[in-house]
Every structure is written in structure tokens, then in C-alpha cells.
């Protein structure tokens, strides 16, 4: 069988599948599992073309991590060519922990544990299945491999990954300002004293990344219709969790019903393979029949909220840089309790609190490094001339609060 095939993406082009194990994983189940798990979750719900998925992510992650690899092999970067493989494979597998509507539920599932746990533990059972030939490539995913850059490659604040989501969101969205020169950051990659570098020509292209991923987080990630349809999907599984608890039954998939009805830690993950095996079968489809069936639950609560989140009337959100008054949140619960008639332990799926944050530039989280024209490395902030630059270093932190419009449009207030 040729299974050196090339896939038509989109985004870039033609992206050729440089191996046959790198296709065999892309085969694999838990990997065709996310061809069903959107990239930016809801935000489809605000810009209709969002649609595309992790699997498309992931491939476009692998693109660029070859064409990265291939760069710095051109300036006599010392990469053989199982190292090249293993690199490959690290980022193409760096998401395959994900779970349904990615980022939005990742700590509802389950309690505790990062996608990038789940991804460690799964590659460690492909590892098995693919008699310890992925072994180079978990040690570059969990950066412990001695040539400290090709994990760089997979995760820093300059990784493919990062490059991937933020050209192929762009694209998708039709936001322009999420747009990349990856071509150009990609060209002026080099490495010193073993860790991941940018030429100083690359300097505006890296400024303008960073600026990006601003705009980006602000104007699709953090949106506020994005942030209000993430949050009722929350508190949908949690009330049906909650039932669940209670001995009401809730429509659920077998998977899915293993998390609603069980506590699963990061603990349980490791004792018992079987929250792993339940894990890799879920993906949207399985919280979406949830929320659908949830439509014509018996419980007023949860039936209001799916109904609701499936009708596409999402609740009211205020963002504020201000923590909101105690007397403002109080008023608004008052106020649902009246128009839904729910009890006073129900209103907290009306009317919520949640903070939310943003920083495009990390300092000392694996700082982006400039290899300036004398030798010398500094740090972007430091090698820029961009007089704000420091400032997208600053964490922004603010404030929502979320409650159905019916609240203003009936003037209840």
C-alpha cells in the first residue's frame, strides 16, 4: 500500500505525509477521533466558518514543523533523520488528548487533568501498540530529550502549534488581523547554544506575531458571544452531572455517561485504563445528543438551558475590568428566580460570575529569543523597538458576568 500521500489543506497548500508511520498514526483511531472536535469550539456561533477541527490543526502543525526542520537543517543544524521523524510525530500527536469542544469543557470532564496530560498518557499507549517506536518522540514532546530545540519546536511561545492555530483561525474565522508571516519566522529560525532562536531580520515578523495573537484572543477566543455559549455548555454538564447525582437520569452516551456520573481525577486516570478508554471515544457528537436530548428533559432547569444553548439564544454578557458588586449580582438573581421560577439554588445556571485572561507574551515562560547580528541573544521585548511590546507581556484579567437577555428586554431591572 503507497502511504505516501499528499493531503490538499486549505491553508497551505499541498502538505505531503513524509513517512509510513506517520501515516499509520494518522490512521489510528484516537487520531481520526479528531476529525469530530472542533478547533475554536463554539466559535463557529459568532463566525460561521470556524468549523474546522483539530485534525485539520494538527496536520497544518506537521507541515510546518517539517518545514521548520528543514530550515535549520539548511544552516547546518544538526538533525538526523530519526530525530526529524520523531519531531514530526511529537507535534502531529501534541492535541490527540483533547476532548470534546477542546479548551471549553477541559476541566468539566474531568477534574484536574490538562489535555496535555491526556496526550502524554495516550502516546504512551500508542507507544505500546507501535512496539516503542514513539519512543524518540514523547521524550521531545515531554522535553527531555538533550537537544532541547526540537522541543521548542513543539511547545514554546514560538512552537508550530502556536503558528498553525493562529494562520489556519484567521483563515477560518475571516479575521485578517490573526494573519502570520509564518513563512518569514519559519526562514529566520536558527538555534544557539542548544535552544530555539530567531535571527535578528525577523524582529517586525515576530512583533507582529505576538500582536496577533492579541487581537486574536480578544476578538475570537475571549469574544463575548464565544465566552457566553462556553459557559452555558459548562453549566449544562454540570447540572446534568448534578441530576446525575441525584438519581435522575440523563440521555447520554456510554462514554459520556461515565464522566456525568463519576468524579474522574488525575489520579483515576492513572490507576485505571478504563477512564482513558472512555476518554478517546468521545468527541462533540456525544455532548451535542446530550444537549439535544436535554431539550425535553423533565427537569426544568437543564431542558431551559439546552433548549436555549441550541437555539442559539445566548445569554447577555458584561466584561468589565472591575470585580461586579455584590448588590448587582444579587439584583439579577432576584430577578431570574421571578421570570424562570426556579429555586435559589437553581439560579446559579441563570445568572454567573466568571473571570477571564489574556497575555500574548509570557516573560520567563520559555522566552522568544533574538540572535542578535554581534552573537549576542536577547529577549524580544528587550531587542525590539516596539515601545508597547512590553506592555503585551502584562496579563489582562477581566471580569463577566452572564445572564439571559430575557432579564434586560423584559425590563426587569
Not at 431570574?336 to 515562560?365: C, H, I, P, R, W
Amino acid at each position: 500500500m503507497n502511504k505516501k500521500k499528499i493531503i490538499n489543506d486549505p491553508v497551505y497548500g499541498f502538505v505531503s505525509i513524509p513517512s509510513d508511520l506517520v501515516f499509520d498514526l494518522i490512521q489510528h483511531t484516537y487520531f481520526q477521533r479528531l476529525r469530530y472536535i472542533k478547533q475554536v469550539s463554539l466559535t463557529h456561533l459568532v463566525y460561521p466558518g470556524a468549523l474546522h477541527t483539530r485534525f485539520q490543526h494538527a496536520l497544518g502543525a506537521m507541515h510546518l514543523m517539517g518545514l521548520a526542520l528543514e530550515t535549520l537543517k539548511g544552516k547546518d543544524i544538526e538533525i538526523n533523520a530519526e530525530e526529524e521523524e520523531a519531531a514530526i510525530i511529537a507535534i502531529l500527536l501534541h492535541d490527540i488528548g483533547h476532548g470534546p469542544f477542546s479548551h471549553s469543557l477541559e476541566h468539566t470532564l474531568v477534574q484536574g487533568v490538562s489535555h496535555e496530560h491526556i496526550s502524554s498518557l495516550i502516546m504512551d499507549e500508542m507507544n505500546q501498540m507501535f512496539a516503542g517506536r514513539l519512543t524518540l518522540a514523547i521524550e521531545i514532546f515531554k522535553g527531555r530529550y538533550h537537544k532541547r530545540f526540537l522541543h521548542q519546536l513543539v511547545s514554546s511561545q514560538l512552537d508550530a502549534d502556536r503558528m498553525d492555530y493562529l494562520n489556519r483561525d484567521s483563515f477560518f474565522t475571516g479575521v485578517s488581523e490573526g494573519v502570520i508571516s509564518f513563512d518569514r519566522i519559519i526562514k529566520m529560525l536558527n538555534v544557539a547554544n542548544n535552544g530555539l532562536v530567531v535571527e535578528q531580520k525577523g524582529i517586525y515578523s515576530i512583533e507582529k506575531f505576538l500582536i496577533a495573537r492579541r487581537l486574536m484572543y480578544w476578538q475570537v477566543y475571549l469574544h463575548k458571544t464565544v465566552l457566553s455559549a462556553e459557559q452555558m455548555l459548562i453549566k449544562i454538564l454540570q447540572r446534568a452531572k448534578e441530576l446525575s447525582e441525584r438519581g435522575t437520569r440523563v440521555f447520554a452516551t456510554e462514554a459520556l455517561a461515565h464522566f456525568i456520573k463519576n468524579k474522574v481525577t488525575r489520579d483515576d486516570f492513572i490507576k485505571d485504563p478504563y477512564h482513558l478508554k472512555c476518554f478517546t471515544m468521545l468527541d462533540d457528537n456525544d455532548i451535542l445528543a446530550t444537549v439535544k436530548m436535554g431539550r425535553v428533559h423533565e427537569d426544568k432547569v437543564l431542558s431551559e438551558l439546552c433548549d436555549q444553548f441550541m437555539s442559539r439564544k445566548l445569554y447577555h454578557v458584561e466584561l468589565s475590568n472591575q470585580i461586579p458588586p455584590r448588590e448587582r449580582i444579587d439584583s439579577l438573581r432576584n430577578a431570574a428566580m421571578k421570570l424562570f421560577g426556579v429555586a435559589a439554588d437553581e439560579v446559579k445556571y441563570f445568572v454567573f460570575t466568571q473571570s477571564v485572561e489574556n497575555s500574548a507574551y509570557d516573560l520567563g515562560e520559555g522566552n522568544i529569543n533574538i540572535l542578535m547580528k554581534d552573537g549576542t541573544i536577547q529577549d524580544i521585548t528587550t531587542a525590539s523597538d516596539l515601545s508597547n511590546l512590553e506592555m503585551l507581556a502584562k496579563k489582562v484579567q477581566k471580569f463577566m458576568v452572564a445572564y439571559p437577555k430575557e432579564l434586560r428586554e423584559w425590563k426587569i431591572l
